[in-house]
């Protein structure tokens, strides 16, 4: 079983900050990519910015330039760990934000799970 565990949201006005942590733990062997989505009401959960084991990000349009996706990152440790520093925040950024991670357990079988989501809701 691999879990994961989202804290950090709230409700803050547009133009404040906010930082997102997600940890995973549980019977894994490595973790390849972790990342955060969102669902705003109404729509369909898309994409806010991902990161490999090795270091290498990807973010959406809509938070480039105010989003920065990071990990734990002890040198020659594995990544258990990832962290969205959101800032410039606007109203339309209000959703549940989701952490998921995609690797391998230690019997050698792909996960791809999802936390339990956190909401952040921006107020104008």
């Known amino acids: 079983q691999v879990q994961l565990e989202e804290s950090g949201g709230g409700l803050v006005q547009a133009g404040a900050s906010l930082r997102l942590s997600c940890s995973v733990s549980g019977d894994i062997f490595m973790v390849n990519r972790m990342g955060w989505y969102r669902q705003a009401p109404g729509k369909q959960r898309e994409l806010v910015a991902t990161?490999?084991?090795?270091?290498?990000?990807?973010?959406?349009?809509s938070g480039e330039g105010r989003f920065t996706i990071s990990r734990d990152n002890a040198m020659n440790t594995a990544m258990r760990a990832v962290y969205l520093q959101m800032n410039s925040l606007k109203p339309e950024d209000t959703a549940v934000y989701y952490c998921?991670?995609?690797?391998?357990?230690?019997?050698?079988?792909?996960?791809?799970?999802w936390g339990q989501g956190t909401q952040v809701t921006v107020s104008s």
């Open positions: 990161i490999t084991n090795v270091g290498t990000t990807n973010y959406a349009d």
């Open positions: 998921n991670s995609l690797g391998y357990d230690r019997s050698y079988r792909v996960f791809d799970n």
